[in-house]
């Protein structure tokens, strides 16, 4: 983008949202109201710098603020480096002091401060404003002061929110630390076109690294990890997830060396679009050094996660397992559906990876066995397999019409992993101590899970 002014042009350095297209939908709005609720380092500090130069250079007053001197900074840097070029030629002046850059003798102008209550923003005024990490504001901040702004020019508002969680709660200063989600279903079911909402998570940034993904990722609760980098702020009861047994605080564990002599398992995924794979070490005492002192014979540990995506041979695919179990003895691999995936099952075979069809013909069966395992907290996975963690904290019962959960799995054909984990949690030797004989079953009753 270039501005001109006596003839010359001069260059805005804009980054470039078509590689982000989460990102450009955004941007590229036109509705009035937009909130956008996307997890961390999702690229919406940087969306929203992008919008807010455009609406600058389009000739708006333009006001972010956000509770933090931090999230401030990110901000203030894109819209500087956009702006480097024309405040340099004296087209716009730029006022370090207070974070503006404005055009000389007019109204135009783009601010960034830091503000979190009704208060903290008045004092300024905007024909588009930015509300940025809007959860942690008082909800004040727009009904009293943001909102009333706008009205003599029916200025645009952008709202930016990651769902609250446990390490926010204490710098919040909303009285209802649900009042940015609350916005954004209403915004959801508006029909009159003013507000459009807008989701996505931290993996759909295609400019941020999966291991710096992995970095921020590692040390974070479940219920962290659904809400800060899947962007999921469901009021969901714990009885509705299907992992609900899986102890993270115990059962998620740093990574350490596998002996080579532990017995190695499978468990495949097949598909074109969205092959799976894990690795899972059956334990043998002593443990090696790094091991969760707690560890017991015959537990197991999840510690290789294999997501390739789309477009790969089953060739590259089996020399992609052989290279993951260098110098260890795979022991046994199953996968697929029980009846109708035997042809697939064959050709790995023949190709030179056996894969066993399930021990377990039931899919009900198959995950109550591996609910068991995780009850009695046989099964480990070690921290950076960060897909298979965020299936687990967002795999969820299907609910009846009075939100009851079924016996089937919510949107089930997206946790590839998962169903990994089951085909090889059906092998007979993974069968948990408090299993009764008999055929398994995943009722549940009262909201409660029951075992028959």
């Given at each position: 983008?270039?501005?001109?002014?006596?003839?010359?042009?001069?260059?805005?350095?804009?980054r470039?949202?078509?590689?982000?297209?989460?990102?450009?939908?955004?941007?590229?709005?036109?509705?009035?109201?937009?909130?956008?609720?996307?997890?961390?380092?999702?690229?919406?500090?940087?969306?929203?710098?992008?919008?807010?130069?455009?609406s600058?250079?389009?000739?708006?007053?333009?006001?972010?603020?956000?509770?933090?001197?931090?999230?401030k900074?990110?901000?203030?840097?894109e819209?500087?480096?956009?702006?480097a070029?024309?405040?340099?030629?004296?087209v716009?002046?730029?006022n370090e002091?207070?974070?503006?850059?404005?055009r000389?003798?007019?109204?135009?102008?783009?601010?960034?401060?830091?503000?979190?209550?009704?208060?903290?923003?008045?004092?300024?005024?905007?024909?588009?404003?930015?509300?940025?990490?809007?959860?942690?504001?008082?909800?004040?901040?727009?009904?009293?002061?943001?909102?009333?702004?706008?009205?003599?020019?029916?200025?645009?508002?952008?709202?930016?929110?990651?769902?609250?969680s446990?390490?926010?709660?204490?710098?919040?200063?909303?009285?209802?630390?649900?009042?940015?989600?609350k916005?954004?279903?209403?915004?959801?079911?508006?029909?009159?076109?003013l507000?459009?909402?807008?989701?996505?998570?931290?993996?759909?940034?295609?400019?941020?690294?999966?291991?710096?993904?992995q970095?921020?990722?590692?040390?974070?609760?479940?219920?962290?990890?659904r809400?800060?980098?899947?962007?999921?702020?469901?009021?969901?009861?714990?009885?509705?997830l299907?992992?609900?047994?899986f102890?993270?605080?115990?059962?998620k564990?740093?990574?350490?060396?596998?002996?080579?002599?532990?017995?190695?398992?499978?468990?495949?995924?097949?598909?074109?679009?969205n092959p799976?794979?894990?690795?899972?070490?059956?334990?043998?005492?002593?443990?090696?050094?790094?091991?969760?002192?707690?560890?017991?014979?015959?537990?197991?540990?999840?510690?290789?996660?294999?997501a390739?995506?789309a477009?790969?041979?089953?060739?590259?695919?089996?020399?992609?397992?052989?290279?993951?179990?260098?110098?260890?003895?795979v022991?046994?691999?199953?996968?697929?559906?029980?009846?109708t995936?035997?042809?697939?099952?064959?050709?790995?075979?023949?190709?030179?990876?056996?894969?066993?069809?399930?021990?377990?013909?039931?899919?009900?069966?198959?995950?109550?066995?591996?609910?068991?395992?995780?009850?009695c907290?046989?099964?480990?996975?070690?921290?950076?397999?960060?897909?298979?963690l965020?299936?687990?904290?967002?795999?969820?019962?299907?609910?009846?019409?009075?939100?009851?959960?079924?016996?089937?799995?919510?949107?089930?054909?997206?946790?590839?992993?998962?169903?990994?984990?089951?085909?090889?949690?059906?092998?007979?030797?993974?069968?948990?101590?408090?299993?009764?004989?008999?055929?398994?079953?995943?009722?549940?009753?009262?909201?409660?899970?029951?075992?028959?």
């Amino acid at each position: 983008m270039t501005v001109a002014q006596a003839q010359r042009e001069y260059l805005v350095h804009l980054r470039n949202s078509s590689n982000h297209p989460f990102q450009a939908a955004f941007i590229n709005s036109k509705a009035k109201r937009k909130i956008v609720k996307a997890g961390r380092r999702s690229g919406k500090t940087v969306g929203a710098a992008t919008s807010d130069v455009q609406s600058f250079l389009a000739g708006k007053r333009v006001l972010y603020a956000t509770p933090t001197d931090e999230q401030k900074g990110k901000y203030w840097f894109e819209v500087k480096r956009a702006l480097a070029e024309p405040v340099k030629a004296g087209v716009f002046k730029l006022n370090e002091a207070e974070d503006y850059v404005e055009r000389p003798g007019t109204e135009n102008r783009i601010k960034a401060k830091t503000a979190w209550n009704a208060d903290s923003l008045r004092g300024d005024y905007a024909d588009k404003l930015t509300l940025d990490e809007w959860q942690l504001m008082n909800e004040d901040t727009w009904g009293e002061v943001g909102a009333p702004m706008l009205l003599d020019n029916n200025g645009d508002a952008l709202f930016i929110y990651t769902p609250p969680s446990l390490r926010t709660a204490g710098v919040s200063k909303a009285r209802d630390p649900r009042h940015a989600s609350k916005m954004f279903k209403a915004a959801l079911t508006d029909t009159t076109g003013l507000w459009q909402a807008f989701h996505f998570t931290s993996h759909d940034n295609p400019f941020i690294s999966a291991e710096a993904l992995q970095l921020i990722s590692t040390d974070m609760s479940l219920e962290s990890y659904r809400r800060e980098i899947m962007a999921e702020d469901d009021e969901i009861e714990t009885s509705w997830l299907v992992h609900s047994k899986f102890n993270e605080t115990l059962c998620k564990v740093k990574r350490f060396d596998i002996p080579k002599n532990w017995d190695i398992f499978s468990g495949h995924d097949f598909g074109s679009a969205n092959p799976a794979g894990l690795f899972i070490a059956r334990v043998k005492l002593p443990l090696p050094s790094g091991a969760p002192a707690y560890m017991r014979q015959n537990d197991l540990v999840i510690f290789r996660e294999y997501a390739p995506g789309a477009g790969f041979s089953m060739i590259q695919h089996i020399e992609r397992f052989k290279e993951l179990t260098t110098d260890y003895q795979v022991k046994r691999s199953r996968g697929g559906n029980l009846t109708t995936e035997d042809e697939i099952r064959q050709g790995y075979g023949s190709a030179g990876w056996t894969i066993l069809p399930p021990g377990l013909d039931k899919k009900n069966s198959q995950i109550d066995r591996m609910i068991s395992l995780e009850e009695c907290n046989k099964l480990y996975i070690v921290e950076d397999l960060w897909r298979l963690l965020s299936e687990i904290s967002n795999c969820m019962w299907k609910l009846d019409t009075n939100n009851k959960p079924t016996n089937d799995i919510k949107d089930e054909q997206v946790y590839h992993l998962l169903a990994c984990l089951r085909y090889i949690a059906s092998d007979n030797e993974f069968k948990p101590e408090t299993v009764t004989v008999g055929k398994p079953s995943s009722i549940r009753s009262n909201s409660s899970y029951r075992r028959n």
